[in-house]
């Protein structure tokens, strides 16, 4: 297949484990928090949420180590271009999207993110998402931790911002959905994610 390279197997393997135990993982709080939705057995909500929990826990922390170790957390990393490339990419977003014009930044090898992307996924991937696995063990495990999680104001402290904390996660997930068919197809985003490939500039 033609084009750049931009997404090794290991990437695209986590995105996909991510995305669909992150998508679990919100369906099945539903019932958890909202009893007259609750569209399976409360006990069985409770034991899919652990699992995709400690999954997505698991798979997070590949993720990082491999991040590390392969250097790809340059993608994060700012650039001396990144100040013209945001308004390049705000015009696009609140104008050129909707005029059908091709976007001012393209994936490629160890720039698969562009000056927007960067410091959302930043957020997500180094404070929202650590931090709701940190809570989520902590309610999990709430005896075991119980000097720790009392000495952060108690279980329904922690629940509250775990909550929240979702929130903010499924917001942005939906965004990401929305943004994923915003190429140059419909399904152009989401073939890059699955073969790896994306078309040459």
């Given at each position: 297949?033609?084009?750049?390279?931009?997404?090794?197997?290991?990437?695209?393997?986590?995105?996909?484990?991510?995305?669909?135990?992150?998508?679990?993982?919100?369906?099945?709080?539903?019932?958890?928090?909202?009893?007259?939705?609750?569209?399976?057995?409360?006990?069985?909500?409770?034991?899919?949420?652990?699992?995709?929990?400690?999954?997505?826990?698991?798979?997070?922390?590949?993720?990082?180590?491999?991040?590390?170790?392969?250097?790809?957390?340059?993608?994060?990393?700012?650039?001396?271009?990144d100040g013209k490339e945001a308004i390049?990419?705000?015009?696009?977003?609140?104008?050129?999207?909707?005029?059908?014009?091709?976007?001012?930044?393209?994936?490629?090898?160890?720039?698969?993110?562009?000056?927007?992307?960067?410091?959302?996924?930043?957020?997500?991937?180094?404070?929202?998402?650590?931090?709701?696995?940190?809570?989520?063990?902590?309610?999990?495990?709430?005896?075991?931790?119980?000097?720790?999680?009392?000495?952060?104001?108690?279980?329904?402290?922690?629940?509250?911002?775990?909550?929240?904390?979702?929130?903010?996660?499924?917001?942005?997930?939906?965004?990401?959905?929305?943004?994923?068919?915003?190429?140059?197809?419909?399904?152009?985003?989401?073939?890059?994610?699955?073969?790896?490939?994306?078309?040459?500039?």
């Amino acid at each position: 297949m033609k084009g750049n390279y931009v997404y090794p197997a290991s990437d695209r393997i986590w995105h996909w484990i991510h995305a669909i135990s992150i998508s679990l993982l919100v369906l099945t709080a539903i019932p958890l928090h909202f009893p007259s939705l609750r569209f399976i057995p409360l006990k069985t909500a409770v034991q899919v949420h652990t699992f995709f929990g400690l999954l997505v826990s698991f798979d997070f922390l590949l993720y990082l180590l491999n991040m590390f170790f392969y250097g790809s957390i340059k993608n994060y990393l700012p650039r001396k271009t990144d100040g013209k490339e945001a308004i390049l990419m705000v015009r696009y977003y609140l104008w050129g999207i909707f005029r059908g014009q091709e976007e001012p930044f393209h994936p490629r090898p160890g720039r698969r993110l562009n000056a927007l992307q960067k410091p959302a996924y930043f957020v997500v991937m180094f404070v929202l998402v650590p931090l709701q696995i940190a809570t989520g063990i902590l309610i999990w495990r709430a005896v075991q931790f119980q000097n720790l999680v009392n000495s952060l104001g108690g279980i329904k402290t922690l629940s509250e911002f775990h909550i929240l904390n979702a929130y903010l996660l499924a917001a942005f997930l939906l965004f990401h959905i929305y943004l994923g068919t915003t190429g140059k197809t419909f399904w152009y985003f989401f073939k890059v994610m699955i073969t790896g490939y994306a078309e040459e500039d």
